[in-house]
T-cell receptor, first 114, second 114 residues
């Protein structure tokens, strides 16, 4: 069974559209994350939720809105997509927020904005 | 602020030879260090982490990493490289000043030639 899963795997859309990426973890973890990997493979955190509460919100345009309906799910909704949003988005989870906790990553969603 | 540096964009090694992927860090307190591997079109997979204790940390797939406090380094090593080890490797440090988010290095591409 996949521990951290994301859907869809690929997403191709036009500028200006609104899209969502879903993430689910079956590890029983309390904390979930969204990361963005750009074309140069640089990874940067976007958001983190712990038990459905937002704990990290990096400098991300407010067109990006995470939603956590329960602690096993963290979805990412993006409004008014722009060319620069093209990237691979990774979801991750960890047992908690402790500094020693390992983060486990999903397979990624490759978003292409045309 | 915490940071990690991976000074090599690419490391080339022949199969069967030992490999080293370099990582240096800068932290304001105790370092919590991680290595991840990303295979093509895949998510990140956790390899190993250093929290405390022995300076030599053993991880998945025969990899190990040596923590060196005086040199502020956490180099990834493997005694005998396999072609299947070819991938992108990321070093990361936990940012204990900012909600314990993971800060990733720029990544090092490892190419193992037959």
């Amino acid at each position: 069974d996949t521990a951290v899963s994301q859907t869809p795997k690929y997403l191709v859309t036009q500028m200006g559209n609104d899209k969502s990426i879903k993430c689910e973890q079956n590890l029983g973890h309390d904390t979930m994350y969204w990361y963005k990997q750009d074309s140069k493979k640089f990874l940067k955190i976007m958001f983190s939720y712990n038990n459905k509460e937002l704990i990290i919100n990096e400098t991300v345009p407010n067109r990006f809105s995470p939603k956590s309906p329960d602690k096993a799910h963290l979805n990412l909704h993006i409004n008014s997509l722009e060319l620069g949003d093209s990237a691979v988005y990774f979801c991750a989870s960890s047992q908690g927020q402790d500094s020693t906790d390992t983060q486990y990553f999903g397979p990624g969603t490759r978003l292409t904005v045309l | 602020a915490q940071s990690v540096a991976q000074p090599e964009d690419q490391v080339n090694v022949a199969e069967g030879n030992p490999l080293t992927v370099k990582c240096t860090y800068s932290v304001s307190g105790n370092p919590y260090l991680f290595w991840y591997v990303q295979y093509p079109n895949r998510g990140l997979q956790f390899l190993l982490k250093y929290i405390t204790g022995d300076n030599l940390v053993k991880g998945s797939y025969g990899f190990e990493a040596e923590f060196n406090k005086s040199q502020t380094s956490f180099h990834l090593k493997k005694p005998s490289a396999l072609v299947s080890d070819s991938a992108l490797y990321f070093c990361a440090v936990r940012d204990v000043d900012s909600s314990y988010k993971l800060i990733f290095g720029s990544g090092t591409r490892l190419l193992v030639r037959p």
